[in-house]
């Protein structure tokens, strides 16, 4: 028979076979999307051992990985192991403190407590999201949507009040929560802890993990749903909640800053929360404190203001004028809002909700 007969005949086979392939998984994805298919031994194949108590972040990753990149860059997946903690706790054994920053499953209304595994993986998924309590099966998940996919490999309930409401996040950061109850009281339309600092985006809740066999198939079979992201950050539109105005005559300088959050500015009880105003221009510049918790914070919907002469250096320069907060993560103060302020203005130069 001639090469290129060969050739011919190796082609067909190769169609015939991937065809007949293609043919057998459609007919297995057909035949998911008309019942529901539960993995009883899903325990052995998609969890590392012992998980039934507290799986570890690994093991969400080979199906939720974009959440799982999410998190893993996060605050929360820090929250334990970050070094101004451990200095901050003697090594994480300051019992009133570690319960929120490695806690077992969230139960609402009952303070966090320090689960026994998996410390160094912070605030984790299965700490939001592991059902727990009586009748409740091994590995069951809890969160905003129902499962869209046949295939069940853990079993998931639905427990949507929780995850869109602050009170789920309250249970660690009371201090925001309080000030937030007490700012939105009565508002039915108050933007929630999720709504600021987990941004909204369309998406499945399973993601395609390059290392895990069949992750595709099991990614096709579900839709897309209206979830969160999960960075836990402060967030990139935080200056449409905040005004910084200044009113520059020569070297003085009156500065406003008006807090519109839902909360006071800063938040939080425990660690450095500061914030400050700082001034650069050729040849200087000057940092002052503006508000620290729990001593004197900017209280939602209301305003704070400095009178401040510069130097001389500054005189008939421009000056860069920013609010900062401290960073926690990177242990320095990081912009809020900024603003170039000219030698001479014409008038008040304004940033951020007002001034945009």
């Known amino acids: 028979m001639p090469d290129n007969q060969w050739a011919s005949e190796e082609t067909r086979w190769l169609v015939d076979i991937?065809?007949?392939a293609l043919l057998t998984v459609l007919t297995f994805v057909a035949g998911l999307s008309a019942?529901?298919?539960s993995f009883p031994f899903a325990s052995e194949i998609f969890f590392?051992?012992?998980a039934d108590d507290f799986p570890s972040a690994a093991d969400c990753e080979r199906c939720h990985q974009e959440i799982f990149l999410e998190w893993q860059d996060s605050p929360h997946a820090n929250a334990f192991r970050s070094e101004s903690f451990q200095r901050a706790t003697h090594a994480g054994t300051a019992a009133p403190c570690v319960g929120c920053h490695a806690p077992g499953p969230l139960v609402s209304d009952v303070s966090p407590?320090?689960?026994a595994v998996h410390r160094e993986e912070g605030v984790t998924c299965a700490t939001c999201h592991l059902a727990t309590g009586p009748g409740v099966a091994p590995l069951?998940?809890?969160?905003?949507?129902?499962?869209s996919s046949p295939v069940e490999i853990h079993p998931v309930t639905i427990a949507d009040a929780d995850y869109r409401s602050s009170v789920l996040c309250g249970g660690c950061h009371r201090a925001a929560y309080e000030e937030w109850s007490m700012a939105t009281t009565g508002d039915t339309d108050a933007e929630t802890c999720q709504t600021c600092h987990m941004p909204s985006v369309h998406r499945k809740v399973e993601s395609v993990n390059d290392e895990v066999p069949y992750s595709g198939v099991f990614v096709a079979l579900e839709r897309e749903e209206r979830l969160r992201r999960h960075r836990f950050a402060v967030p990139e539109d935080a200056s449409e909640h905040l005004y910084l105005e200044a009113v520059r005559n020569g070297i003085e300088l009156d500065i406003v800053v008006e807090n519109d959050l839902p909360h006071a500015l800063p938040t939080g009880r425990f660690g450095r929360r500061q914030i400050e105003i700082a001034l650069d221009w050729p040849g200087g510049s000057i940092a002052e404190p503006l508000a620290r918790q729990p001593l004197d914070p900017i209280a939602p919907g209301r305003s704070r203001t400095r009178h401040l002469t510069l130097p001389g250096s500054a005189a008939g320069q421009p000056v860069t004028l920013s609010l900062r907060r401290f960073?926690?993560?990177?242990?320095g103060f990081a912009d809020l809002l900024r603003v170039e302020v000219p030698a001479d203005p014409d008038g008040p130069i304004r940033s951020g909700r007002q001034g945009q």
Do not use: F, W
Not at 140 to 147: F, H, N, S
């Open 18 to 20: 991937r065809a007949a």
């Open 35 to 37: 019942c529901r298919v």
């Open 48 to 50: 590392t051992e012992g």
């Open 113 to 115: 407590s320090l689960r």
């Open 140 to 147: 069951t998940m809890r969160g905003p949507v129902a499962r």
């Open 327 to 331: 960073d926690h993560g990177d242990e």
